[in-house]
């Protein structure tokens, strides 16, 4: 009984350490989609990084501690116009917003059509994608 105990406070340990791993430092996401192709292909699982700009819960429109913003190349998921989730690639900032442009532009709905993004609608940047 008393391994069965140990097990269960293991078990319920790394849950909430999985939790806290994927709202607030790394999360996984399968990328959907031509817009970025041909670096990014729909199915693609992409590894994110929600530190790399700032810090925010995940239910906040806000950072409470930004300590950077995304250069030129990063690319970065994003709350899009319309609410959905975007992947695109970072081509400029100006005041507090950002440019986002797919790879593959013919069939890229990016700031072309909406517009610059403001950066507090940053998810985080993807790792490893070049």
Do not use: Q
Not at 37 to 50: F, H
Not at 51 to 76: E, I, Q, S
Not at 86 to 101: D, N, P, Q, W
């Amino acid at each position: 009984m008393i391994i069965l105990a140990g097990m269960r406070k293991a078990v319920l340990c790394a849950f909430i350490l999985g939790g806290v791993l994927k709202f607030f430092v790394f999360d996984l996401m399968i990328a959907e989609g031509k817009s970025m192709e041909p670096a990014i292909r729909t199915g693609t699982v992409l590894v994110v990084s929600r530190l790399v700009y700032g810090f925010r819960f995940p239910w906040m429109k806000t950072y409470l501690v930004r300590w950077a913003l995304p250069r030129p190349g990063d690319v970065v998921i994003f709350y899009a116009p319309g609410n959905g989730v975007a992947v695109k690639r970072c081509v400029e900032i100006a005041e507090e917003h950002f440019m986002a442009l797919g790879d593959n532009g013919p069939l890229s709905f990016d700031s072309r059509s909406y517009g610059p993004v403001p950066v507090d609608c940053i998810i985080g940047k993807a790792l490893g994608v070049k």
